[in-house]
């Protein structure tokens, strides 16, 4: 899957839409948790708490060989396919 650029605000709500559908999967009673969750992050949005011109970078701290998967494309060439962990 290929990354998709996205505002913070963005992110955050998909997220949290993510984190709801996993919660029903589970049956767990907490969709309004989310529902609100993305109430306070549109808010702070609003308020300008939450910018869309900050730069936010990859950061993973446990980066070994083993959480990286990559793809042999030449002899003297890998390509990351993923990261674990």
């Not at 839409?17 to 609100?36: G, I, S, Y």
Request: glycine share 2%; with cysteine; proline share 4%.
């Amino acid at each position: 899957m290929r990354a998709v650029t996205q505002s913070t605000l963005e992110f955050m709500l998909e997220q949290a839409e993510r984190w709801k559908r996993v919660d029903a999967f589970l049956d767990l009673p907490t969709v309004t948790r989310w529902r609100q969750f993305k109430i306070i992050a549109q808010s702070l949005y609003d308020m300008g708490f939450i910018p869309d011109t900050d730069k936010f970078y990859f950061c993973h701290l446990d980066l070994f060989p083993r959480n990286v998967l990559v793809q042999t494309t030449k002899d003297s060439e890998l390509m990351v396919t993923g990261v674990l962990d």
